[in-house]
T-cell receptor, first 114, second 115 residues
Framework: ETGVTQTPRHLVMGMTNKKSLKCEQHLGHNAMYWYKQSAKKPLELMFVYSLEERVENNSVPSRFSPECPNSSHLFLHLHTLQPEDSALYLC?????????????FGSGTRLTVV | SQKIEQNSEALNIQEGKTATLTCNYTNYSPAYLQWYRQDPGRGPVFLLLIRENEKEKRKERLKVTFDTTLKQSLFHITASQPADSATYLCALGTAAGSTLGRLYFGRGTQLTVWP
């Protein structure tokens, strides 16, 4: 375990479903992130939170909705997704936004949209 | 927009040799560059960070160089072992300004070390 826990590890959902991805860290980090990783593509930054405030929304479609209720938890709410949204969704945290000591990633949620 | 290129998708080397991976970038002035290792089905794991004012950094069998003139970083694994087989990602970030908090990743290089 890296200290960042993501659940579920695998998720299959239909295009009309609503589901949520959960991320939890107890490292005392102040910044948390959602990344999308698709095959043969670089990691794409989706959202950045610092001290529970969203500081970055990287042109992500509204069918993805993040929530950060406290500095230890981060959610990604999903609704009416498309098959091309199938990917590995990674949560990461860092001490602060400057990330001088790197990111700590979770193991990801493998999402399949059918 | 910024562009990060890692030399090749795949690199195969024999055990005991030195693996050298390349990361080039354009349209960006990073404050630091990071290297990560990613195994199949797992999230990336942080390995090393090198700052713009540092030329070289070492950690055990790993060595990273950073040339801001060439806009390039080299990542070396000496005395490579089959257990080093994984995908290695480079990532660039800033320490201040409007891009603070954004870490941009390359596609990665898949390294295979054969016995």
């Amino acid at each position: 375990e890296t200290g960042v826990t993501q659940t579920p590890r695998h998720l299959v959902m239909g295009m009309t479903n609503k589901k949520s991805l959960k991320c939890e860290q107890h490292l005392g980090h102040n910044a948390m992130y959602w990344y999308k990783q698709s095959a043969k593509k670089p990691l794409e930054l989706m959202f950045v939170y610092s001290l529970e405030e969203r500081v970055e929304n990287n042109s992500v479609p509204s069918r993805f909705s993040p929530e950060c209720p406290n500095s230890s938890h981060l959610f990604l709410h999903l609704h009416t997704l498309q098959p091309e949204d199938s990917a590995l969704y990674l949560c990461a945290s860092s001490q602060d936004l400057a990330a001088r000591y790197g990111y700590t990633f979770g193991s990801g949620t493998r999402l399949t949209v059918v | 927009s910024q562009k990060i290129e890692q030399n090749s998708e795949a690199l195969n080397i024999q055990e005991g040799k030195t693996a050298t991976l390349t990361c080039n970038y354009t349209n960006y002035s990073p404050a630091y560059l990071q290297w990560y290792r990613q195994d199949p089905g797992r999230g990336p794991v942080f390995l090393l960070l090198i700052r713009e004012n540092e030329k070289e950094k070492r950690k055990e069998r790993l060595k990273v160089t950073f040339d801001t003139t060439l806009k390039q970083s080299l990542f070396h694994i000496t005395a490579s072992q089959p257990a080093d087989s994984a995908t290695y990602l480079c990532a660039l970030g800033t320490a201040a300004g409007s891009t603070l908090g954004r870490l941009y990743f390359g596609r990665g290089t898949q390294l295979t070390v054969w016995p």
